[in-house]
């Protein structure tokens, strides 16, 4: 599989085998996509620890593979629910899926 990432420089950053960090992006992606879709149903429902816990898990990942922009947009979305601070889940999560989306090749 092909990412819009420069792996070859993650590996390095992290000290890991590019093998190793196409692995963890590959699961970064799959892990992504639920904590997306949990993160879906919980604005929809206006779940504010739903989405609290969907953007946790979210920038934890991103944030441990050096994915600092999907990170800094989890992360706002995570405090924003944990003060329970009006702002546009909606597009910000739009945001998020599109840049986590973005990665695929």
């Given at each position: 599989?092909?990412?819009n990432l420069d792996l070859e420089a993650m590996?390095?950053?992290?000290d890991f085998d590019l093998e190793d960090v196409e692995m963890l992006v590959?699961?970064?992606l799959e892990t992504a996509d639920e904590s997306l879709e949990d993160m879906k149903?919980?604005?929809?429902?206006?779940d504010m620890d739903g989405i609290f816990q969907s953007a946790h898990a979210i920038k934890g990942i991103s944030a441990n593979l050096?994915?600092?922009h999907i990170s800094n947009i989890a992360k706002e979305i995570e405090?924003?629910?944990r003060t329970s601070e009006s702002i546009d889940f909606i597009s910000k999560y739009q945001e998020?899926?599109?840049v986590i989306k973005s990665i695929e090749g």
């Open positions: 599989m092909i990412y590996a390095s950053e992290l590959e699961s970064f149903i919980a604005i929809e429902s206006n050096t994915l600092n405090m924003s629910a998020l899926s599109s």
